[in-house]
């Protein structure tokens, strides 16, 4: 088995900047804060029963590559949340509707309890910078609803969503689902598992036809994956391609491995 590999890693002095006439951003290198000031500012309120946060203003253009639909509303994760306030894109706010400062995003992350670690987020972050467009792995974009069924985008069948008399049972439907993955998630968070799903760069990327990721990202804990890990792993994955990603101080690194026939001896 033949491992290939490649890797970024993140210095104090690089930061995201912010091109004034575009809503897209750049990442570059300079002696400016990572926080960054935006005249247009996104707002989400946090759930903290749900580990997530649901949007109630939106700005810019990123959200057609950030957060998930259901019923119409958009959450996200705590890892996207992190990743837009440090470029200045997004305020948290509070039940009570008092902002939540970087410190206390950063804390959320910390405590590992809402399926996301800092090695993990690390990893979101280089990607995202890079232009990638990712979403937890197996957790839908949206939920679409057709002749009476509802067909998320993986094909499965979901319940019925839509209807305002639906509203509250969809909300605990959401719920339902976000803890049963994120106790899946926290359960595993520090052992080899599938952690995001990763496509490339593209501008008419839709959350209702996302297509197939250009690979799958696995996380491998603290330990190399054993060759018994990673075969199940493939399984899981089907027929598109996994790959590895491992943080050590700072410095994230991708690899995967190539199947090798060797020779019969003589």
């Not at 987020?121 to 009476?148: A, C, D, N, Q």
């Not at 067909?151 to 719920?175: A, C, W």
């Not at 990327?205 to 199940?232: H, M, N, Q, R, W």
């Amino acid at each position: 088995m033949d491992c290939q590999s490649c890797s970024g890693e993140f210095s104090d002095d690089e930061v995201y900047l912010v091109d004034q006439n575009d809503d897209e951003d750049s990442y570059t290198s300079g002696c400016i804060s990572k926080l960054q000031f935006r005249k247009d500012v996104s707002k989400a309120c946090w759930i903290d029963e749900m580990g997530m946060a649901e949007v109630v203003e939106k700005k810019g253009k990123m959200w057609t590559t950030t957060g998930i639909i259901r019923n119409g509303k958009t959450y996200c994760y705590v890892e996207e949340i992190l990743f837009l306030a440090e470029i200045g894109a997004l305020l948290l706010l509070a039940n009570d509707d008092t902002s939540l400062s970087l410190k206390d995003i950063y804390e959320k992350v910390g405590k590992e309890r809402n399926g996301c670690c800092w090695q993990s987020f690390e990893v979101y972050r280089h990607l995202k910078s890079l232009g990638y467009i990712i979403r937890r792995h197996g957790v839908p974009w949206t939920m679409k609803v057709s002749k009476g069924k509802g067909v998320n985008d993986t094909g499965d069948f979901v319940s019925l969503q839509g209807s305002p008399e639906r509203n509250g049972v969809v909300d605990i439907e959401l719920r339902e689902e976000i803890s049963v993955i994120d106790l899946f998630n926290n359960l595993q968070i520090h052992e080899v598992r599938l952690v995001f799903d990763v496509y490339l760069p593209n501008s008419k990327f839709k959350k209702s036809s996302p297509g197939d990721p250009s690979f799958v990202l696995c996380s491998t804990g603290v330990y190399p994956p054993s060759k018994a890990e990673i075969e199940a792993l493939e399984r899981q994955c089907g027929s598109i391609p996994m790959k590895f990603c491992h943080v050590e101080h700072g410095r994230v690194s991708f690899f995967f491995f190539d199947k090798v026939e060797l020779p019969g001896l003589p």
